[in-house]
């Protein structure tokens, strides 16, 4: 028996995925027996935030890796479709149409037993010892028991209870005549850090901009005793014009090879993946609200044109650290039978968390039929998100959506930003192509 934890977008595309291949689940969901801070009823694959899945556009990375979750056999795109409202090139959907869909789809399903009550550790303990499969894919909102005896299993350090993430840029949009390669002091390698030098000028009117910025006001189950050590840029900065020129922007050790001075301030970016396609801004924790949010990153030297794949979020979270808790197959590495998916795996966003939901029924199934598990190819979609799941780069991993830059660059790397999206969609489709072929 595998027992499904969670009746999110991950749980019902996995409870889905299992019973389409023949294999009986058991789908455990506590709503409404106890409901969570965020949700209203007890429907399955409930959308909390925005209605919205992204682009349906299939040059686009979220419609590229719809196609291939349709072809995986989808639940929830497809229901989607069906029940789609005008969202121009989103896929925008009728939120209780598209949930009460889901929810019979799964109910009039034989293979799925649905179980209406809370998961608790013992249960899981139980599962496991009469060798059956657990998936967790309880989300951002996992219980408070659930998630501690998941930290056991993983190992404390490697489970995290907010997202406090740095914005993340496309490293092609980057304007190397501004921004410096250099570490500080020289220590490392040359090309460890990258460098954004402001002068005075461009630091005051970055700090008057920053200042005056809307913010995301926190929900109430975001309390600040999550946010410790990751103090929001624009707070650093409300308490002296200078405090983030000596804190998370000063400028020592490093030289401008322009004026072969130091700058006045440095915003560094630090690469997110093995590629170096994509980097991160390095302490620049943010509560902007998105849309000024890119108004005021953009100010900062060298990133006028940049292309930002992930902007920064403070906010109630609950993930593990992938590259070192799970496998490739999303097996917790210390605990045999525990799997986890969604957005416990650190992806992000709807369509990736119900992506990995698949992909766990997909593995579970092949291993059910003695089979060894079958990774994606790196240039698909879902390649790219299992890379960056499983990228042991040094950094302060974070959830990810799908995005260009998760994608590897083409041997020929045209400058044209089209003609190199067209050369990676082109790999990603042939890759899949064969991947679903060796799937069978």
Known sequence: MVHVVGGGFAGVECAWGLARRGIACRLWEMRPV???????????SELVCSNSFKSRLPDSPAGRLKTEMTALGSLVIPTGEAHSVPGGAALAVDRDRYAQAVTEAIE????????????????????????????????????????????????????????AVSPTVEAAGLDRSIIFAQSRYDKGEGDDYLNCPFNKEEYERFID????????????????????????????????????????????????????????????????????????????????????????????????????????????????????????????????????????????????????????AVQLARLAAGLEPSMPPRHCAYGSLISHLQDDTEREFAPMNINWGLFPDPPENPKAKSERRALKLAAADEAFQHWLTALG
């Not at 006045?264 to 630090?270: M, S």
């Not at 620049?284 to 006028?304: S, Y």
């Not at 917790?332 to 992806?347: C, D, E, I, K, W």
């Open 108 to 163: 009039a399903e034989p293979l799925i037993e649905v179980c209406r009550q809370v998961f608790t550790p013992d249960d899981a303990e139980a599962a496991l010892a009469a060798g059956d499969q657990v998936v967790l894919a309880t989300g951002p909102l996992t219980s408070e028991p659930l998630a501690k005896w998941l930290a056991q299993q993983t190992g404390q350090e490697h489970l995290y209870f907010y997202d």
């Open 209 to 360: 901009a920053l200042l005056a910025a809307d913010r995301v006001p926190l929900k109430d189950f975001e309390e600040p005793k999550y946010f410790e050590g990751c103090k929001p840029i624009e707070e650093i900065a409300s308490k002296g014009r200078d405090s983030l020129r000596f804190g998370n922007f000063k400028p020592v050790g490093l030289r401008d090879p322009r004026t072969e001075r130091r700058p006045w301030a440095v915003v560094q970016l630090r690469p997110e993946n093995r590629e170096k396609t994509l980097y991160s801004l390095v302490a620049f924790q943010t509560r902007m609200k998105w849309g000024v949010q890119q108004e005021v990153l953009r100010m900062i030297p060298g990133l006028a044109e940049a292309e930002f794949v992930r902007l920064g979020v403070i906010h109630r979270n609950t993930y593990v650290e992938a590259p070192k808790a799970l496998t490739s197959w999303l097996e917790v590495r210390s605990r045999p039978g525990l799997f986890v998916a969604g957005q416990l795996t650190g992806v992000e966003g709807y369509v990736e968390s119900a992506a990995m939901g698949i992909y766990v």
């Open 34 to 44: 106890q409901m969570t801070p965020a949700h209203q009823t007890g429907l399955f």
